[in-house]
């Protein structure tokens, strides 16, 4: 079976310009998750998608950064203008959306490493 | 607002070495997983604890979920370099919301 896949794996761009990231989760996987992750911490979930709809954007710099996930499957994520703060890992993770087990496993992709200059 | 948070943030051992890292929170979590992590990758699910209490072994990595899911620990036994990463623990939060907390992460290393 095949993975999360994201494109591309690392992005050098300059302050103020755009980027986009790119994902296609596993097959059949209903719930689809952005994260951000700063260089040794944690990821922070930025956006999550249940097929096509946002079920919680409540950390999404709505002013700079947007995604949508078209047909309930792929997902691109923008930042737009970029800031200097904005270099991180960002994450794509899928999962089959079992809620009523409380065991939803999350499935990570390589992630893309972006650097701001 | 959640937090997970982690101790220790860094432990750097020697091979053969048992250690336990800790994940605590505030909040109750209707599950919490544990991942590990290596440079360049995503994270990847070594386990998953539901049940206040529940105890879980993985080879030599044992788990556990504390009585009133507000926290958890994870211990690692004879330490192997193998074992060199980044640990996260991970609580899903259902009140309100549905949606997976990360703590802030503890980066281990191991030493032959």
């Known amino acids: 079976e095949a993975g999360v896949a994201q494109s591309p794996r690392y992005k050098i761009i300059e302050k103020r310009q755009s980027v986009a990231f790119w994902c296609n989760p596993i097959?059949?996987?209903?719930?689809l998750y952005w994260y951000q992750q700063i260089l040794g911490q944690g990821p922070k979930l930025l956006i999550q998608?249940?097929?096509?709809?946002?079920?919680?954007d409540s950390q999404l710099p709505k002013d700079r950064f947007s995604a949508e996930r078209l047909k309930g499957v792929d997902s691109t994520l923008k930042i737009q203008p970029a800031k200097l703060e904005d270099s991180a890992v960002y994450l794509c993770?899928?999962?089959?959306?079992?809620?009523?087990?409380?065991?939803?496993?999350?499935?990570f992709g390589p992630g893309t490493r972006l650097t701001v200059l | 607002t959640q937090l997970l948070e982690q101790s220790p943030q860094f432990l750097s051992i020697q091979e053969g070495e048992n250690l336990t890292v800790y994940c605590n929170s505030s909040?109750?979590?209707?599950?919490l997983q544990w991942y590990r992590q290596e440079p360049g990758e995503g994270p990847v699910l070594l386990v998953t604890?539901?049940?206040?209490?529940e105890v879980k072994k993985l080879k030599r990595l044992t788990f556990q979920f504390g009585d009133a899911r507000k926290d958890s620990s994870l211990h690692i036994t004879a330490a192997q370099p193998g074992d060199t990463g980044l640990y996260l623990c991970?609580?899903?939060?259902?009140?309100?919301?549905?949606?997976?907390?990360f703590g802030t992460g503890t980066r281990l290393k191991v030493l032959a």
């Open positions: 993770a899928s999962s089959p959306g079992q809620r009523l087990l409380g065991t939803d496993t999350q499935y």
């Open positions: 097959s059949g996987h209903a719930t």
């Open positions: 998608f249940q097929n096509n709809g946002v079920v919680d």
């Open positions: 909040s109750v979590f209707s599950s």
């Open positions: 604890v539901v049940t206040g209490g």
């Open positions: 991970a609580g899903l939060y259902t009140s309100g919301t549905y949606k997976y907390i």
